[in-house]
C-alpha cells in the first residue's frame, strides 16, 4: 500500500511538473506577443510622428512668413499639439500592453517558483529512493 501512495505521490508531481513546463511555455509565448504588439504600436506612433514632422516641415519651408516668424517648424503652435495628440493616442495601448507583458513576467516567476518546488520534492523522492534501496541491500548482504 505504501508503494501505491508513494508511486501516486511521485505521478502527482510529475504530472503537476509537465503542467507546468507547458505553462511556462505558454506565457512566454505570450510574452512574445506582447513584446511584438508593443512594437507594432512603437512602429505606428513613430511613423505618425514622421508623418506630422514631414508635414510641418514641408509647410515650414514652403511658407515665407512662417520662416520669418519662427527658427524652426518645431516652433510652430500646433507641431506640438498634433505630437501630443498621436502620444496620448498611442499611450494607453502601450500601458495596457506593458501592463499585459507585467502580468504575463508575474506568473512565469511564479509558476518557475514552483516549478523549483516540484522539482525538489521529486528530487528528494529520488534521494530518499535511492537510500533506502542501498539499505536494503546492504542489509540483505550482511544478513
Do not use: C
Not at 3 to 31: C, D, G, P, V
Not at 77 to 84: K, L, M
Not at 101 to 109: G, Y
Amino acid at each position: 500500500m505504501a508503494i501505491a501512495n508513494l508511486h501516486e505521490s511521485i505521478q502527482l508531481y510529475k504530472l503537476r511538473k509537465n503542467f507546468l513546463n507547458l505553462e511556462i511555455s505558454q506565457l512566454q509565448s505570450q510574452k512574445s506577443l506582447a513584446t511584438y504588439s508593443q512594437a507594432d504600436v512603437q512602429s505606428l506612433r513613430s511613423a505618425e510622428t514622421r508623418s506630422i514632422r514631414n508635414h510641418f516641415k514641408e509647410l515650414f519651408d514652403n511658407d515665407p512668413s512662417l520662416q520669418e516668424k519662427y527658427t524652426d517648424y518645431t516652433e510652430i503652435p500646433d507641431f506640438e499639439a498634433e505630437i501630443d495628440k498621436i502620444t496620448a493616442k498611442y499611450q494607453d495601448q502601450l500601458d495596457e500592453l506593458t501592463a499585459w507583458e507585467t502580468a504575463i513576467d508575474a506568473q512565469i516567476t511564479t509558476d518557475s517558483a514552483e516549478l523549483e518546488e516540484v522539482n525538489a520534492y521529486l528530487e528528494s523522492y529520488k534521494s530518499m529512493l535511492t537510500s533506502n534501496i542501498q539499505e536494503d541491500f546492504n542489509f540483505g548482504l550482511n544478513g
